[in-house]
């Protein structure tokens, strides 16, 4: 008894100590403008509630639109050709202030969004490969033109998507939902845990697999090569 006395008072203690590690730190308000350069990069991962732009132009010309105490706290570098955007850690930060993050790009293969705001691309992302993810309740509105792609999604966020594939791979984790009917696809394999749904636009052979209630929403003459529904899923051709 005198045992689990002691490890109750260790856990209480270090989860008092966790709890005031980090600082809290709110935004005053004052929004200021940033221009802050790195390295070029392949690979863009962010994380934060931002209002995110790519748009095609020199990478490493990074603009922010901030609260001015906040803006030491908010991280953009460049490690193994990979661009990350995050908040400092062990800092609790709260915005007043929506911030906007402008990202130029010229080669990249994959973008990674973690957070609740929005990524909007304003010019097409040209790849080999691409690989989309989106992580929350986030949401992601791309134009692409790929030969292969992926486009994974876990949570209740959306992503949007325009152009041209010559083969993509869905997956949905959750209640999330992938609009893709302005997206040309070649091939596409679907995969749906949850209640999440897709809508595609598929010329190729089409591959699902769903467990739950999600749904598969398609247009074009696709030839159907594997259906699989645990659940009461769908695969449906739009009218």
């Known amino acids: 008894m005198k045992t689990i006395k002691i490890i109750a008072i260790c856990l209480t203690t270090l989860l008092t100590i966790n709890a005031n590690a980090k600082e809290k730190i709110r935004g005053n308000g004052k929004v200021i403008t940033e221009n802050r350069t790195t390295g070029e990069y392949d690979k863009i991962s962010i994380g934060g509630s931002f209002e995110v732009e790519l748009v095609s132009g020199k990478e490493g010309n990074i603009t922010i639109k901030v609260e001015e105490n906040l803006a030491p706290y908010l991280i953009t570098k460049v490690e193994k050709g990979e661009l990350k955007i995050k908040w400092k850690k062990g800092k609790n930060i709260s915005h007043k202030k929506t911030i906007y993050i402008t990202i130029p790009f010229e080669d990249i293969n994959a973008v990674a969004f973690g957070g609740s705001g929005n990524v909007v691309g304003k010019d097409p992302i040209k790849s080999d490969n691409l690989a989309l993810s989106l992580a929350g309740s986030g949401d992601m509105d791309l ?14 966020g ?16 959750g209640s999330g939902n992938i609009r893709g009917y302005e997206l040309e696809v070649g091939d596409a394999n679907v995969a749906i845990s949850g209640s999440g749904n897709v809508s595609a636009t598929i010329n190729g052979k089409l591959n699902a697999k769903i467990s739950g209630s999600g749904n598969v929403r398609y247009k074009g003459n696709p030839s159907t090569e594997s259906v699989k529904v645990s659940g009461s899923g769908s695969v449906s051709k739009k009218n």
Request: net charge negative.
């Open 143 to 156: 134009m692409v033109a790929a030969n292969t792609m992926g486009a994974n999604l876990a949570g209740s």
């Open 158 to 173: 959306s992503i949007d998507l325009q152009g041209s594939t010559d083969s993509i791979k869905y997956a949905i984790a």
